[in-house]
């Protein structure tokens, strides 16, 4: 589903399109080594970003362990808490619905800033925090990073308002179809 989401917005993006694009043609080749991937760090954050937009997981269960407050309502210990992660990660102090990769790169723009990839809420967090966080975001990471290397011209079928969300085991897209031609090699 992130690679999907990705592949959207990379869509509603040209120039964003273009830049993953010009990072993995720098790259020469189809990325193999972790040392490939820390120089791509541009088409990784353009999948941290799908995640912070289109999350997998629409929401987080959490339990009080102790008596507490919230917005000033008591929450008494044992209560179930859900956390709507989308409509959390879209807040005006995490950066809206605009889909800029560049937030999570580093203050110089030469990597990810790992400390903040790290406190992905699309993952939940904490000791229960998703163990294949960095596997998924790597294998999302190289699958984009193969699309964009092999394909030109990546463009929706359909108009964007087509295109939703639709909650299934997980939160994907509906109606998403993209156009591509394959580049000469």
């Known amino acids: 589903m992130t690679v999907a ?3 959207y917005y990379l869509c509603l993006n040209p120039c964003i399109q273009s830049e993953a694009r010009a990072e993995v043609d720098a790259l020469g080749h189809d990325p193999e080594t972790m040392e490939d991937l820390n120089l791509v760090p541009y ?3 353009c999948v941290l970003e799908a995640l912070r937009l289109q999350p997998p997981s629409a929401f987080l269960l959490h339990e009080c362990i102790a008596d507490t407050s919230l917005n000033g309502k008591t929450v008494p210990s044992g209560t179930v808490v859900i956390t709507l992660i989308r ?3 879209v807040t005006t102090s995490q950066g809206g619905t605009i889909f800029k990769p560049e937030r999570w790169l580093s203050r110089d723009g030469s990597a990810v800033d790992r400390t903040r990839a790290r406190e992905h809420l699309a993952f939940g967090g904490g000791p229960r925090q998703c163990p294949g ?4 975001i790597i294998e999302a990471t190289i699958v984009v990073a193969l699309i964009l290397r092999h394909f030109d011209g990546l463009r929706l079928r359909n108009t964007p ?3 939703r969300g639709e909650i299934k085991l997980t939160y994907g897209p509906k109606n998403l179809e993209v156009v591509m031609s394959q580049r000469d090699s």
Do not use: H, S, T, Y
């Open 133 to 136: 966080q960095n596997m998924a």
């Open 87 to 89: 409509k959390a990660m």
């Open 5 to 7: 989401w990705c592949l």
């Open 43 to 45: 088409i990784e954050c």
């Open 161 to 163: 308002e087509n295109v």
